[in-house]
């Protein structure tokens, strides 16, 4: 379940949160086949409630009512569509799978398919799930059945995540229905999962279900593939529930990555202690994690990692971004966000709910691509970012050697090599950088990826000689619009 099942030469997902299924379809034709991208993190696909108060926040889809494809990001038919469509351009599908509750207590109504709920007799005639399957007094100990306490691991997993109905996953026809959801989901030809709230279910009950997963849809994958796995658990050290303990069933989502780099790129913690970024700083071994900066949570608040760079400091959070791109640790997954108006109001934003760009009808906007490449209709697409999906390209390229040539002016200036493959330098200082640099690379001129692109065989933006002992010059004004430069043998002129 560790094998993200990327085509070759690819090693970076994006999360298109809350987009439509056609315009991911297009996307992968458009863009993320020819940019070298791996793989889509998809919104929930299944059936969930409609939340009219607030007017259809994107939490609504972490509320299922059933697991038929029905969403506002399409149905069914427009699901297999996209998974066909993607596959064939080499870009994977990984669905995000809410399996440890359905909707929050209380209420009833019929969700985005017209399935019925109600959330008082815990009734979800769509799966069909009864009040017999949900954990209750039995299992959860506390008085409104709501988790208080996080250093109780018992009540973390058996009681009700912001009071949602947590589901019984120890039971037998609880599994089944979850599995068989899965298997559908194979079928249709996804290469993979995250599993949602990972932290809230039984480590053991998660062996159980993925014990009983089929193998990936062979139209697509080589026969025996198992689907990738990534657990969203939130470990910053302070709770009894370790990411270890599910390194059983996948990889785990490293919330410290992106907590602990943001802070870097703020200018709040020396750079030059990224020396030995990774298991150095006491992060689980690479093939465990998936790495980013922010995810749709905490880069509005939610859920937890602190204060994480987003696309509002975009300098930074582009700088962060080809760090994290550049450095070999964890499989990496790009954030694509929509623009909303915050509001702060006593440190919390009061607009955190507003969903994604609807029409009048609260249908989800297309997705418009301007002639820049970049997005309009209140879309950011950092994933269509130049230096985010440059780096893309640096990975691909350098994928599988080792960060050598590591140098720093012992504050904020680093730069290193990946093998004999690709160099970078950052000047985080308040001063400018001009150095000579030993980059390891090959002689010869190279683009940077950074302030162009490389394009029939030369560059839009600047470039740097290399030397034959493989040095170069490097001057990078702190008032450069990126303080960085990156060369990669893939952009040589
Ligand atoms: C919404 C309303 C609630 C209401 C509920 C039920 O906001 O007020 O009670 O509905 O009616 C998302 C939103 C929630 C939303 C939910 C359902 O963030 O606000 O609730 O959808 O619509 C914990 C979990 C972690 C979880 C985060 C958010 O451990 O798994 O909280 N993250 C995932 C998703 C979320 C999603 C859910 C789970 C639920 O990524 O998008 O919620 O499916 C410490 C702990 C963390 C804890 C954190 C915050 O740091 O270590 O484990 O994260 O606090 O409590
Ligand atoms: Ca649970």
């Known amino acids: 379940f560790h094998n993200p099942n990327c085509a070759d030469g690819r090693h970076t997902i994006t999360h298109l ?21 791996c793989g889509v993190q998809v919104s929930p696909p299944n059936e969930n409630r409609v939340v009219t108060s607030p007017n259809r926040p994107w939490w609504e889809r972490y509320q299922p009512v059933s697991y038929k494809l029905v969403t506002r990001s ?3 038919q427009q699901f297999r569509d996209m998974v066909d469509r993607c596959n064939k351009q080499n870009i994977r599908i990984y669905v995000d799978v809410v399996m440890n509750h359905m909707t929050g207590s209380g209420g009833s109504g019929q969700g985005t398919g017209g399935s019925q709920w109600d959330g008082n007799s815990l009734s979800f005639p769509g799966v069909p799930f009864s009040s017999w399957d949900f954990n209750d007094a039995s299992t959860c100990s506390t008085s409104d059945l709501n988790i208080h306490n996080y ?30 959801y ?37 139209n697509y994958f080589p026969s025996g593939s198992k689907p990738f796995i990534y657990q969203e658990v939130i470990d910053m050290g302070n709770e009894p529930i370790k990411m270890s303990e599910y390194f059983g069933t996948g990889r785990v ?25 990774g298991e150095g700083w006491g992060m689980p071994f690479s093939n465990d994690v998936i790495v980013f900066i922010d995810n749709h949570d905490n880069q509005r608040g939610h859920g937890a990692g602190g204060a994480v760079l987003t696309f509002r400091d975009s300098r930074r959070y582009k700088m962060a971004t080809a760090f994290m791109l550049a450095h070999p640790y964890g499989f990496t997954r790009v954030m694509s966000s929509y623009y909303w108006d915050v509001n702060y109001v006593n440190g919390n934003d009061a607009n955190d709910w507003i969903g994604p760009p609807t029409n009048g009808d609260m249908s989800i906007k297309d997705v418009f691509i301007n002639s820049d490449l970049s997005c309009g209709n209140g879309w950011i697409c950092e994933h269509r970012w130049r230096q985010i999906y440059n780096m893309v390209a640096f990975r691909n390229v350098v994928f599988g050697t080792s960060l050598v040539n590591w140098w720093d002016n012992g504050n904020y200036q680093i730069a290193f090599s990946r093998g004999n493959k690709g160099f970078i330098v950052f000047n985080l200082e308040s001063y400018n950088l001009n150095t000579r640099l030993q980059t390891g690379l090959p002689a010869g001129q190279y683009c940077d990826v950074i302030s162009g692109n490389y394009e029939n065989g030369s560059c839009t933006g600047s470039s740097v000689t290399v030397n034959s002992d493989g040095t170069a010059n490097f001057f990078i004004p702190t008032s450069a619009e990126d303080p960085m430069i990156a060369i990669h043998i893939g952009a040589k002129v």
Request: a neutral charge; hydrophobic letters at 40%; aromatic letters at 14%.
């Open 74 to 76: 399409g149905n069914d």
């Open 17 to 37: 949160f809350e987009w439509k299924w056609s315009d991911i379809a297009q996307e992968c034709e458009r863009f993320l086949g020819p940019y070298g991208y």
């Open 253 to 277: 989502t490293n919330f410290v990555y992106g907590a602990k780099l943001s802070p870097v790129f703020r200018n709040q913690d020396q750079a030059k202690w990224l020396v030995n970024w």
């Open 182 to 218: 899965l298997n559908y989901l194979i079928d249709i030809g996804v290469a993979g999962f995250r599993f949602d709230a990972a932290k809230h279910m039984w480590p053991a009950d998660l062996y159980a279900i993925t014990g009983q997963l089929k193998s990936l849809n062979t």
């Open 151 to 180: 250093q109780n691991v018992q009540e973390v997993r058996n009681c009700r995540l912001v009071s949602l109905l947590d589901l019984k996953l120890s039971k037998d026809y609880v599994r089944t229905k979850v599995v068989e």
